[in-house]
């Protein structure tokens, strides 16, 4: 019997269906890379009650995925420092085409669409010169490389687009590296992560953390209402007095601050961060701590911490927040408590994409 994905590819090939929508490829609330355990990988689509509508192969290890904001479309990344980038007609399971960093350049695991659908930019390295770059790519013309501009720094790592307007925000890590050493890190010493905002290719404002955190690499980012959460992996001594913090352009940045018990329950690592759909929360996942952290945006303080075994990806939904973790389980972060799900044979990766963010 010829199955509903084969159906719908055979009537767009033959040009007589509707323009797909993300209800043809199961309704996905959100969409996330994973491993399964004979050692492949794949893209998931997560849909309602935690259900698993789509599971797509990809060629090798994604990190996060950019999900298009009309089209069932997802570009998956390969984790840092990958090369190659998959794009997936997720209603057919197909793949539609291969990105490829040009000559000198990585990825760095992920990218952000244009309000319209029309452009995909991703966060990439220009190696040999040891400065982030930002690659433009033209959906409409199948993804082709339509050029690149300044990141605004060293290392950009997430990338997000402010809201409906095509201002985006990237977070430079301020980390140099290079593929013949690997994930090595090559500059800690002078290392200088910032904010970076971006507008029509230029660098619009810049925002640095103060000199004594410098070794704080600002990795992670959510937006909600003209506000930015961003998470930091800590690269100096000790434990670090923030890990976490709040920005508006045009204003300073502002640390959301916890107690030193709880900043080294974190050990210095954020995997992900994300606003509560209100806007009024924000949660911060520890994988290598096995912690999740929930701050009150009014307050800028910590309101709870959740024991969180090896969760990484983390996300709003509903009243709180949809979290994932290494052991293939999905759970609901509500009212201070944690509800996981059962255990689904595959492994999480560090990233819950939002569909139609």
């Known amino acids: 019997m010829t199955s509903r994905r084969q159906f719908l590819a055979g009537l767009l090939a033959t040009g007589l269906a509707p323009t797909p929508t993300w209800a043809d490829a199961g309704s996905p609330q959100f969409v996330a890379a994973a491993a399964l355990p004979d050692g492949s990988y794949v893209l998931c689509g997560i849909g309602a009650g935690d259900a698993i509508v789509f ?22 990344f390969a984790r840092r420092p990958g090369t ?51 690659g433009v790519w033209d959906v409409r013309a199948g993804y082709t490389r339509a050029g690149e501009f300044a990141s605004g720094g060293i290392g950009p790592h997430e990338i997000k687009r402010m809201g409906d307007s095509d201002i985006f925000v990237v977070a430079n890590g301020g980390i140099d590296t290079h593929p013949d050493s690997g994930r090595t890190k090559l500059n800690i010493a002078t290392m200088a992560p910032n904010l970076a905002y971006l507008h029509d290719g230029l660098v619009v404002e810049t925002v640095a953390l103060a000199p004594d955190m410098h070794k704080n690499s600002i990795r992670h980012l959510d937006v909600a209402d003209g506000q930015v959460a961003f998470g930091m992996q800590w690269q100096g001594d000790g434990d670090p007095a923030v890990l976490a913090g709040l920005h508006r352009q045009g204003q300073p940045i502002v640390p959301l601050a916890a107690s030193a018990d709880h900043m080294r329950a974190m050990r210095g690592y954020v995997g992900s961060i994300a606003f509560s759909r209100a806007g009024d929360q924000v949660a911060v996942t520890s994988p290598v701590g096995g912690v999740t952290q929930v701050f009150d945006v009014a307050t800028n303080a910590l309101s709870h911490q959740i024991v969180a075994v090896d969760a990484g990806g983390v996300a709003a939904r509903g009243a709180g927040f949809i979290i994932s973790n290494g052991q293939g389980q999905l759970g609901q972060i509500a009212q201070g408590q944690l509800q996981l799900g059962a255990r689904a044979p595959l492994a999480w990766d560090n990233h819950i994409v939002p569909v139609g963010a």
């Open 55 to 76: 599971q797509i192969p990809l060629p090798a290890r994604g990190h996060a995925a950019a999900a298009h904001p009309t089209r069932p479309e997802a570009v998956a």
């Open 84 to 134: 190659f980038a998959t794009v997936i007609d997720c209603a057919s399971g197909l793949q539609k085409s291969t990105m490829t960093a040009p000559r000198g350049r990585h990825f760095y695991g992920h990218g952000a669409f244009s309000a319209d659908g029309d452009w995909l930019l991703t966060t990439e390295n220009d190696f040999e010169a040891g400065q982030g770059r930002i």
